[in-house]
């Protein structure tokens, strides 16, 4: 039987690329998002390739719809195995832009879907008497603070220190927890967050780009699919004897 991944934010961007390429790997594949017709697409893709791939409603931020999501990608798909934490949003705050709406609708977001995400993989492995790998995405801003990140940067520090505290809670279960830290990926996330600082800077798209573009060693954007390459990593057996870490995929951009 397959082993079973649940993806959010799946319905774009590197959500649907991790999906796509677990399923790939071989694992029946559960797409959340909050708008079911974008996640539908994708699923549709992957079994047009004859593999197995449920589209599901839900919105990260609210517990009861991941333990929702966790249960019918289960029963499903006949198993739980491995849960990918990707759904983000990136508003750009300068600091002294930053309101109360916008921090504390990005940290229910970033933070708290990773958590409610964390809690049902981890009730349902448990039920299920397996263990199982989370994947949560926390990102080069994560780890060094970007100018005009701080609400975002600060979730993605956050999801940093609830990978090694999660990992080091969750070892006894056979549960490992890593983190993937993306640098400049093309996607409409990173596409919005150019254009307004270019827009704050009376500049243009290319110059906002370059403004994060500029130190990456490999002197080129990451594609999704770069990212998705080192979360199979982390999806397959080859990393069970890596937990609370951090895998940095950024074209060397961040050293540590
Ligand atoms: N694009 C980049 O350069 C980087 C992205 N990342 C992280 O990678 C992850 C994916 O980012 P992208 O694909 O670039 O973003 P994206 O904006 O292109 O896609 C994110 C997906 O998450 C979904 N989403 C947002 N809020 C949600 C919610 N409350 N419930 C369910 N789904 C929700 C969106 O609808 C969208 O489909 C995010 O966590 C982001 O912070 C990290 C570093 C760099
Ligand atoms: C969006 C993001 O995570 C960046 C710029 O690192």
Redesign the pocket.
């Known amino acids: 039987m397959s082993k079973v991944a649940l993806v ?10 991790i999906a796509m390429r677990l399923a790939n790997d071989g694992f029946a594949v559960a797409l ?4 079911l017709s ?2 539908q697409d994708v699923a549709d893709k992957i079994t047009s390739n004859g593999q197995k791939a449920v589209a599901i409603a ?5 517990r009861d ?1 991941m333990f929702r999501a966790v249960n019918e990608a289960t029963e499903q798909l006949g198993d739980f195995n491995v849960i990918v ?6 508003p750009t705050t300068p600091i002294m832009e930053v309101n109360q709406d916008t921090l504390d609708s990005t940290w ?3 933070v708290g ?1 990773t958590i409610w995400g964390t809690q049902a993989a981890v009730e349902k492995m448990r039920a299920l008497g397996h263990g199982g790998k989370i994947i949560n ?6 780890v060094l603070g970007n100018p005009n990140l701080t609400v ?1 940067g600060s979730t ?1 520090f956050a999801i940093r220190g609830i990978t090694q505290t999660t990992a080091r809670e969750l070892a006894a279960d056979n549960i490992t927890v890593n983190a ?11 596409n ?2 150019a254009q307004k600082v270019a827009d704050n800077a009376g500049k243009d798209f290319d110059w906002g780009m370059q403004q ?1 573009a500029q130190d990456i060693s490999l002197k080129r ?2 594609e ?1 699919e770069d ?1 998705a390459n080192a979360v199979a990593f982390l999806a397959s057996k080859d990393s069970d004897y890596v937990t609370g870490q951090t895998l940095i995929v ?1 074209g060397g951009m961040v050293f540590q």
């Not at 959010?8 to 959500?15: E, F, M, P, R, S």
């Not at 959340?32 to 708008?35: F, L, M, S, Y």
């Not at 839900?58 to 609210?62: M, Y």
């Not at 993937?180 to 990173?190: D, L, N, Q, S």
């Open positions: 959010t934010g799946a319905g774009q961007g590197i959500g649907a690329s959340v998002g909050r708008t974008k996640v839900a919105d990260v931020q609210n719809d934490n990707n759904a983000g949003v990136a229910k977001i970033n879907g995405a926390t990102s080069q801003a994560g975002y993605k993937f830290a993306p640098g400049i990926v093309k996607t409409p996330m990173m919005d967050i994060f954007l990451a999704p990212i950024d």
